[in-house]
């Protein structure tokens, strides 16, 4: 393993470590990729303002604005595109972003990419998609999450090991929520529902989970494909007639 893969592997180990990044920021200014350099440590830089109300702080608007030249640019759209998502080559008319925080996302076409933290974390894709890339994009960024869109609720998530949880997990969650399940019907002749009447009390959304886990990085990615479309089987026998697939 050469020294950038080494920093990349040390970064997707410990995926919740700011210093993990800030090494490799500083490894890519010496190397060349300066570019990514700056939008990863201006990424890292904006995420420590996330809980704060009123910001005076100078390092945090000039780290807004890194990002943003970064991604005007194209960068994180041309990062995107080298995992298989949208046309070759991708033109600045391919693709659209906008940006919360640290939190940058790009959309090309049916997908949407989340910067956060100045690496790709998150993605919005149909099923389809996701089956497609979903090995690429974990062996190259540390993404912890997928909504899948023609699926409402339905979502994968992606946990690297932690105190109490050796393991790499690769979780799907489906959930329906109140206003797509059918309310009972309430029988004519009774009065209408008072405050304290059970039938007013909000209904708590249906949840289904289930997971994978995996010893190591490696087999996570070399088997996430198929391991999804296995949580999905799991899913669409738990759910029933729920399920919108």
Known sequence: MDERSALFANVFEHPSDDTARLVLADWLDEHGEDVFGRFLRAGVTASRFRDEVLIDDPDYY???????????????????SELGIGPKPLNFGDWVWDNTADRVTVRIGSVSGVFARGMLSELVAPLASWYEFVPRAIAAWPIERAEIT???????????????????????????????????????????????????????????????????????????????????????????TEWPL
């Open 150 to 240: 023609g699926a409402w609720g339905l979502r994968f998530s992606i946990q690297a090991p932690a105190e109490g949880h050796p393991a790499w997990r690769l979780g799907a969650t489906f959930t329906v929520s109140p206003r797509r399940r059918r309310p009972r019907p309430r029988p004519r002749l009774l009065p209408p529902p008072g405050p304290e009447d059970p039938l007013r009390r909000p209904i708590a959304p249906m949840r289904w989970d289930c997971e994978r886990l995996f010893p190591t990085r490696t087999e996570l990615v070399q088997q996430v494909a198929r391991a999804s479309m296995e949580l999905m089987d799991q899913l669409r026998d738990a759910v029933g």
């Open 62 to 80: 000039a780290a807004l604005g890194d990002l943003a030249a970064v991604t005007t640019n194209g960068w994180p759209a041309q990062w995107l």
